[in-house]
């Protein structure tokens, strides 16, 4: 559920019309709900309530400050990804003692940082990264909390590119071989072994994966503990799908069911990583239509590109798009493509869409997660504004780039000035 709907055939965010907003802003822009993103927070959050329980609003979905204080105000945590991100949480007043770490290539230096943060744990990735971790927190003189990413080869039955659970893929350490590497690191001084963590895709639309993991982590946490190594966290990641058009994937407390029958004799506190649960369907891209053209395809030439929705373009991914005024039900097949020079530049191939003409404004749904947070700078396009619709009230929550900002740092050498 959602809060953009149609109120005499003019699409509203909250109680603001959008077209109001993007008068004030100009196009394009991604437009943000707090109302949807508290509600899907609270969804979420209220399923697990009956446990011991840590939601860390996976960053890289929707990384704007804004967005991370609002799930912060909360209780949420973060789930980070690089230093940058930490930076932003720490910028945006998260709790370093509610973020989780993650990712198979951090660097010494952000590392450091995280345990100069006080981060709840680090979730590692290999055994190479271990020693590294071990190295930092001894110069450092800290003991740095762990976990291990285990990868549990489990199917997540999603798109290729974003499946992380699978043996083949770069993530974490081999459940077979886990066992041993848990051993080595409790010998590790500088080490504190808290948790076991695993994350095996994004979109999943169906529970089945995320048991089948949890019934081999449960078998692994057993085995640890037969060797006396006793976990405090069991870090599940993120990976619930949403509806961008007709998947039925399972609401949060179908998915939390299904968990929280599992856990049932595990003594240790859950963390969960949703990234776009929480936020996919609380964005949509607003861009205006440029031009039209017909000849042997009809094409909608729209203000946004691939660099400001890169999905469509990257894994074929569908969101609809709507027209933000309403004229009418007749709909022509159309390509809503962007100014970038590729013909992989477009937002929706082949579509039924509303008859549209230049000026109008078009809505791109359920563009929150991956939207803002995977844009560039491709063809010197400025990134563009954020808006935080809040009631009847908006709030700009990132400036439009403008052309300084495209080459800010960029140094033309001494030997080129003639
Ligand atoms: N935790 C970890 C360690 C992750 O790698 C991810 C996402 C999440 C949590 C959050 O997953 P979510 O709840 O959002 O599914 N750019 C792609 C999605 C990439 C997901 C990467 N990892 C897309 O636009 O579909």
Do not use: W
């Not at 039924?352 to 995977?374: E, N």
């Not at 504004?385 to 900002?405: S, W």
């Amino acid at each position: 559920m959602h809060y953009f709907q149609y109120k005499n055939d003019t699409l509203f965010c909250e109680d603001v019309p959008v077209s109001t907003v993007a008068e004030e802003v100009g196009t394009p822009f991604y437009l943000y709900s707090a109302a949807t993103l508290t509600r899907h927070f609270a969804a979420f959050d209220l399923a697990f309530a009956g446990i011991p329980h840590l939601t860390c609003f996976a960053v890289k979905s929707c990384a704007n400050i804004a967005i991370l204080r609002l799930f912060a105000n909360l209780g949420g945590g973060a789930d980070i990804v690089s230093g940058g991100e930490l930076f932003r949480a720490g910028a945006a007043g998260v709790d370093p003692k509610k973020i989780v770490y993650s990712g198979v290539g951090k660097t010494a230096e952000e590392i450091g940082a995280a345990l100069k943060a006080g981060i709840l744990m680090l979730n590692v990735e290999s055994e190479q990264e271990l020693a590294v971790i071990q190295k930092v927190a001894a110069g450092l003189g800290l003991k740095a909390p762990i976990s291990f990413r285990v990868n549990p080869d489990v199917d997540p039955k999603t798109h290729a590119y974003i499946s992380t659970g699978l043996a083949k893929n770069k993530f974490g350490i081999p459940i077979g071989e886990a066992l041993r590497v848990y051993l080595a690191a409790r010998e590790l001084p500088n080490i504190t072994i808290k948790g076991v963590s695993c994350h095996i895709g994004s979109q999943l639309t169906k529970v089945s994966p995320f048991v089948e993991s949890l019934g081999k982590l449960k078998g692994f946490i057993a085995e640890l503990a037969g060797q006396g190594i006793a976990i405090t966290h069991l870090d599940l990641g993120g990976g619930l799908g949403i509806r961008y058009n007709d998947e039925e994937p399972p609401e949060p407390d179908e998915y939390a069911r299904a968990i929280n029958k599992e856990l049932a004799d595990l003594d240790c506190t859950l963390i969960l990583e949703p990234g776009r649960v929480l936020v996919g369907n609380a964005g949509v891209l607003v861009t205006r239509v440029l031009y039209t053209k017909a000849g042997l395809k009809k094409f909608i030439i729209v203000d946004a590109g691939m660099n400001d929705l890169a999905r469509p373009s990257l894994y074929d991914a569908f969101h609809l798009i709507q027209a933000v005024e309403r004229h009418g039900l007749e709909r022509e097949v159309a390509d809503v493509v962007g100014p970038i020079c590729e013909t992989g530049d477009f937002l929706a191939r082949d579509r039924p869409m509303p008859k549209v003409a230049a000026g109008d404004l078009l809505a791109v749904m359920s563009a929150g997660a991956y939207g803002f947070s995977m844009s560039s700078n491709y063809n010197s396009r400025p990134r563009v504004a954020e808006v935080l619709v809040h009631g009847e009230g908006f709030h700009l929550i990132r400036d439009r780039e403008t052309n300084d900002i495209l080459i800010q740092g960029e140094i033309i050498p001494e030997f080129l000035v003639s």
